[in-house]
T-cell receptor
C-alpha cells in the first residue's frame, strides 16, 4: 500500500462538461474525506464517508457535486456542468477513527 | 458552521529563531487538533497532533500546546531551518475544518 492515490493528477475541461475524480484510500482506513483547495487557502471540507456511508456534506457541495464510496473502498467525486469557479485542487484524505489524515496528491481541475 | 481561525497568515524568521503559529476553534466538543505542513506543489502532511487530554506535546524541534478553556492551540518550531519554510495548517479534526494557513519563511 503506497498511501492515498488520486486520479487523474490533472484535468482540463470545458465549462459545462462533467468530470469525475477517483480516490483510492489506504486500505485499512475506514474514513475518507474530500476537500477542495484554492491557491493561498486552507483545504475546504466537501464531504466525508465512514465505510460506504456518506455522513456529512458541506453546503459548498452544490447539487452539481456528488460523491460515492460504493463498497467502502475507493471513492469518486463527480462535478456536473462544470463552472470556472470549480477550478481548484481536489484533495482526498483517509484516516482511521480520530487520527490525522493521510492526503493524496490531489487532482488539479482547470475549467476553461 | 464551526470555524478555525489561524494567525498569522505570513511569518518570516531568521534561521535559528523560533516560530509560533496560533489557532482558535469554536466547538467546545472538539478534542483532536492536528497540524499539517504543505510544501509548494505537494500534499499536506501531518507533522504533529494533540488531543484534549493533554496540554502540550513535543517532537524534537516541534511542539504544540492546547488551552481548552480559551479554545486555542499553538504550534511552536524552535531552531528554525530553511527547510521548515512551507505553509502550515491547523485543523479541528472533529469538525473536519482547517485554518487558512500560515506561510512560514526561514531566511538563512
Amino acid at each position: 500500500d503506497t498511501g492515498v492515490s488520486q486520479n487523474p493528477r490533472h484535468k482540463i475541461t470545458k465549462r459545462g462538461q462533467n468530470v469525475t475524480f477517483r480516490c483510492d484510500p489506504i486500505s485499512e482506513h475506514n474514513r475518507l474525506y474530500w476537500y477542495r483547495q484554492t491557491l493561498g487557502q486552507g483545504p475546504e471540507f466537501l464531504t466525508y464517508f465512514q465505510n460506504e456511508a456518506q455522513l456529512e456534506k458541506s453546503r459548498l457541495l452544490s447539487d452539481r457535486f456528488s460523491a460515492e464510496r460504493p463498497k467502502g473502498s475507493f471513492s469518486t467525486l463527480e462535478i456536473q456542468r462544470t463552472e470556472q469557479g470549480d477550478s481548484a485542487m481536489y484533495l482526498c484524505a483517509s484516516s482511521t477513527g480520530d487520527n490525522g489524515y493521510t492526503f493524496g496528491s490531489g487532482t488539479r481541475l482547470t475549467v476553461v | 458552521g464551526e470555524n478555525v481561525e489561524q494567525h498569522p497568515s505570513t511569518l518570516s524568521v531568521q534561521e535559528g529563531d523560533s516560530a509560533v503559529i496560533k489557532c482558535t476553534y469554536s466547538d467546545s466538543a472538539s478534542n483532536y487538533f492536528p497540524w499539517y505542513k504543505q510544501e509548494l506543489g505537494k500534499r499536506p502532511q501531518l507533522i504533529i497532533d494533540i488531543r484534549s487530554n493533554v496540554g502540550e506535546k513535543k517532537d524534537q524541534r516541534i511542539a504544540v500546546t492546547l488551552n481548552k478553556t480559551a479554545k486555542h492551540f499553538s504550534l511552536h518550531i524552535t531552531e528554525t531551518q530553511p527547510e521548515d519554510s512551507a505553509v502550515y495548517f491547523c485543523a479541528d479534526a472533529r469538525d473536519m475544518r482547517f485554518g487558512a494557513g500560515t506561510r512560514l519563511t526561514v531566511k538563512p
